[in-house]
């Protein structure tokens, strides 16, 4: 399985258009949280299925704050993170998910892609294709992929590099 997992698109898909041009085909688009109302705009550019949270800026949104899914073999919590106060740290994710026998976290929110390996849970936050908030500001992205066995691997990308 092929998953594109982004977040903070703020109502901008010029890049997101470019990935998802330049990277297909996807089996699944996670988005996590500030798409800014257009969820259905970018479930149609996505062309496959689309699993979206809520975000701070999804002012008045029917989305969820947060779902569990699973992929492949893993339980996964996905979030916008601001609840978290992940701008701080990640504990308090790393926290909830390990609560919920959640084998990855997914945020955003930071506008910074992460991916960090603990014991139990694998942390993962794309940054934003849209507002990159990291040094080189490079608008970011990042693919999951499963193996037969059900096994994930990711990989930070940044739009420069497509």
Do not use: W
Not at 35 to 61: H, K, R, W
Not at 64 to 81: A, D
């Amino acid at each position: 399985m092929r998953v594109l997992v982004i977040s903070d698109t703020h109502g901008r898909h010029g890049n997101l258009k470019k990935v998802l041009k330049t990277e297909p085909p996807f089996d699944l688009v996670i988005h996590l949280g500030d798409a800014e109302g257009t969820e259905e705009y970018i479930a149609q550019m996505a062309d496959c299925p689309l699993e979206i949270v809520s975000g701070n800026s999804d002012f008045f949104s029917a989305l969820c704050p947060e779902k569990e899914i699973l992929v492949g073999k893993y339980k996964i919590l996905i979030t916008h993170g601001h609840y978290y106060n992940v701008n701080a740290g990640i504990e308090d994710i790393k926290k909830e998910a390990e609560g919920r026998d959640c084998g990855i976290v997914m945020f955003g929110h930071t506008h910074r892609p992460l991916l960090k390996y603990t014991k139990k849970t694998i942390i993962v936050n794309p940054g934003s294709l849209s507002y990159p908030r990291q040094e080189g500001k490079e608008p970011s992205y990042i693919i999951m992929e499963t193996d037969q066995n059900g096994d994930a691997s990711f990989q930070i990308r940044y739009l420069e590099e497509i």
